[in-house]
């Protein structure tokens, strides 16, 4: 599965250059599209050197002979760890938006186009949820920017806890919409996570609150952008018939299908 590397607890990509009938070059470049930055060290039988070079113009971050002693092959492994806990700290802080704590719209649309790929290799249903906060402005000027940023982290929270850790994944899309990733998920389903996290919104949140919800099932479509479109605009159709209301939707490459409006609450 295509996922982040370092949400599955993985530091490290350790792999035999040498294994009969494997194409090294494209299995570098795959780590490096799937897995980000996370580095790869790959071990070889033959000696320091033109092969160690090679490997790392191929896309390796290190490598070594198999025949290298115990100790020369920690300080290698540990100074390769060491890169990818400051890569990820560096990563997490361009990834995540500071005020909710969740990835923000730059990881999104990368995110998407990885599991857009792996629908298209599993043709298993991938399903986005844009929720936007009704007349959220006028909530700001009633209670204040600092309260709204709490209600805001408030609802990051509630999003987070309530989604698949691991399969899920949840951004601050702007200011008051928020919008989730589900993988393996088919558009009633996606009601379902919304349903969830509406209820823990209502017992966990004192102001009342309402959402307009766009759902996009991804149909043949193939662009992130295109099924983002496609949530963003069966989400203003939700609001045009006044908010609090769920519009579903599926992305083809022609024209959108539509499916009814629910009433949320």
Not at 134 to 150: A, H
Not at 208 to 236: P, W, Y
């Amino acid at each position: 599965k295509e996922a982040s590397f370092w949400e599955l607890g993985g530091d490290l990509i350790l792999i035999d250059a040498e294994i009969e009938g494997a194409d090294i070059i494209k299995f570098l470049s795959q780590c490096r599209l799937a897995y980000n930055s996370v580095p790869v060290v790959a071990f070889h039988s033959g000696t320091r050197g033109t092969r160690d070079t090679a490997l790392i113009r191929m896309g390796a971050f290190d490598a070594m002979p198999k025949d290298i002693d115990q100790w020369n092959t920690q300080v290698y492994l540990d100074r390769a760890i060491a890169q990818a806990a400051q890569v990820k700290k560096l990563l997490s802080l361009s990834w995540t938006d500071h005020l909710t704590e969740l990835y923000n719209q730059r990881f999104l649309y990368e995110n998407l186009e990885r599991e857009i790929r792996r629908k298209s290799r599993t043709s298993k249903d991938l399903t986005v949820v844009l929720l936007d906060l009704d007349n959220f402005k006028s909530f700001n000027d009633t209670y204040g920017d600092l309260k709204g940023d709490d209600v805001l982290a408030d609802i990051a929270n509630i999003i987070q806890t309530s989604i698949r850790k691991g399969v899920d994944s949840a951004y601050r899309y702007a200011g008051d919409e928020f919008m989730l990733i589900l993988p393996e998920t088919d558009l009633d389903e996606a009601a379902q996570t919304l349903d969830r996290i509406l209820e823990k919104l209502i017992w966990r949140i004192e102001e009342k609150l309402t959402f307009s919800v766009g759902l996009a099932l991804l149909g043949n479509c193939n662009q992130a952008s295109d099924l983002v479109r496609c949530a963003d605009d069966a989400m203003q159709r939700a609001k045009e018939v006044g908010g609090d209301t769920m519009v579903k939707a599926v992305c083809r490459k022609k024209e959108d299908s539509w499916l009814d409006g629910t009433r949320l609450i």
